[in-house]
């Protein structure tokens, strides 16, 4: 993005800000100022004026083009949820869009598909986004060959398209690639079509940031193949200092169900013993946590801001999404954005039209506390989501240590079980394309994901 340096005589920053706030007197005098605003690059000055119009459910023709320039440069997020007329919805199609996505994030999947199916514009660089969402409504919806076919363009639109922009657009494209094609595969796995899955999975290249998600999914289709050595080998992988930012409480819960399908019950034990012990201080720090800042967005929006602040965070299991969070894409984005209004409220200072200066600082200071505010958010709802899924998994560890107590009556009234270790490669599934090697302890970038166990199954029919 250009930012344009204006030229002024004597400006000192107080007299910039101390000038009378006034606000544009007419349509005309709105589009001039927003016309120019654009053309040097000032969007978000551009942005809060739209947003503040959109409010109140005004529109104008020329909002279409200017909105066009906001969703490809700094997204949607300062106008997401607003709330828009039928009118508003009616004469535009980034207005659908925005209602569409409003739509799904009130799980009302049939009414965002619709809309969001109105808004697409095929000619845009943000229409890929469009197809992403559309697809996911579909999928929720129901729809399973409406959102595959939705995916598939995706994909098709982006393949060998990818920018070589190694920023955050470039990455952003790459991201919605992997994107529609893990959904692609998900749409697969949700029927039972686990190959079919596979191959999609392995679309996906070890360096894309979906990638290590990709691995538990990928450990599920082969649990569910039966391939209990392979789901221990691609969660084995978790365990790599490559993947020390990741939180996810079923990886363990997956390990100990794999051991339980072949009878390794001490295995499973130590598993689960081995999960009580890393997450039951933790778990309850975290609800601590959510229960004390839960509804302060700003507050945390600062803590995500400050890298010294993420830094202090003393509890491990805190520190660790966190951690997580600040590699997320969306959270980049976020961030940029902050900085970018901060910026641009250093160069309205000396915004050439004088008499706007007050007026355009005071919506971009709006736009700042706002913007700390969705960072805060989005900060909340990945740690609020993390508490579930240590509710979840604490109850699926609940489950298999029942499991555990049944199979220790048993043992005590005669039965023996035998403690896993590295089997035979008899015990390995593998094809002509696979090469063997033993596993030392060493985890290398290029074998992450490929490892597989070798136990024999104990269990007696």
């Known amino acids: 993005m250009k930012w344009i340096i204006f030229q ?30 654009m053309g040097n690059s000032l969007v978000y000055s551009a942005q809060e004026i739209i947003r503040s119009d959109l409010q109140k459910g005004q529109w104008s023709k020329n ?48 009414s965002a598909a619709k809309s969001i199916k109105r808004s697409l514009k095929s000619s845009e660089p943000f229409y890929v986004n469009q197809l992403l969402f559309l697809g996911s409504a579909q999928m929720l919806s129901g729809e399973k060959g409406l959102a595959n076919n939705s995916f598939m363009e995706c994909e098709a639109v982006l393949k060998n398209n990818i920018p070589k ?42 360096s894309s940031l979906v990638w290590p998600e990709i691995l538990f999914e990928q450990a599920w289709s082969s649990f569910y193949l039966g391939n209990y050595n392979r789901t221990l ?66 507050k945390v929006g600062s803590l995500l801001i400050n890298v010294k602040n993420r830094e202090a965070i003393k ?8 951690i997580s969070i600040s590699k997320d ?31 355009l600082a005071k ?10 505010a969705l960072i805060g958010s989005y900060g909340l709802r990945i740690l609020n989501r993390a508490d579930r899924l240590l509710d979840k998994s604490f109850r699926g560890m609940s489950y298999i240590k029942l499991e555990i107590l049944k199979k220790e009556k048993e043992k005590f ?3 023996q079980y035998n403690v896993g270790k590295v089997g035979d490669l008899k015990n390995v599934t593998y094809d002509s394309t696979s090469y063997l090697w033993d596993f030392n302890g060493e985890f290398w970038a290029d074998e992450l994901g490929d490892y597989v166990f070798s136990l024999k199954s104990e269990c007696r029919i």
């Open 8 to 37: 002024l005589s004597i400006v000192t920053t107080s007299l910039a800000f101390s000038s009378i706030e006034r606000s544009p007197a007419s349509s005309s005098e709105k589009m001039s100022l927003l016309n120019d605003l």
């Open 63 to 110: 909002y279409e083009d200017f909105i066009n320039i906001i969703l490809n440069e700094v997204g949607s997020e300062q106008l997401d949820r607003l709330s828009f007329s039928s009118s508003q919805i009616k004469r535009s199609k980034n207005i659908s869009y925005l209602h569409g996505k409003n739509e799904l994030r009130k799980n009302k999947f049939k």
């Open 165 to 206: 922009d190694e920023g955050l657009f470039g990455n952003e494209k790459r991201i919605i690639l992997d994107s529609c094609i893990l959904n692609q595969a998900r749409l697969d796995f949700e029927q039972g079509n686990f190959l079919l899955a596979n191959q999609q999975y392995d679309k996906i290249q070890k």
């Open 233 to 298: 080998g691609k969660l084995v992988t978790y365990k790599s200092p490559f993947f020390d930012f990741i939180f996810n409480p079923e990886v363990e819960v997956l390990e100990a169900l794999s051991y339980m399908e072949i009878c390794y019950y001490q295995n499973t034990q130590d598993v689960v013993n081995k999960f009580y012990k890393k997450y039951s201080h933790d778990a309850k720090y975290l609800k601590s946590f959510m229960k004390r800042y839960g509804s302060r967005e700003e």
């Open 315 to 322: 509890n491990p299991l805190l520190k660790r999404i966190v």
């Open 329 to 359: 894409l969306v959270f980049k984005r976020l961030i940029r954005n902050y900085y970018g209004i901060k910026d641009e409220l250093k160069l309205v200072k000396n915004y050439p039209q004088r008499k706007y200066i007050s007026y």
């Open 363 to 372: 919506k971009l200071k709006a736009a700042e506390k706002r913007q700390r």
């Open 413 to 415: 009234f005669g039965k």
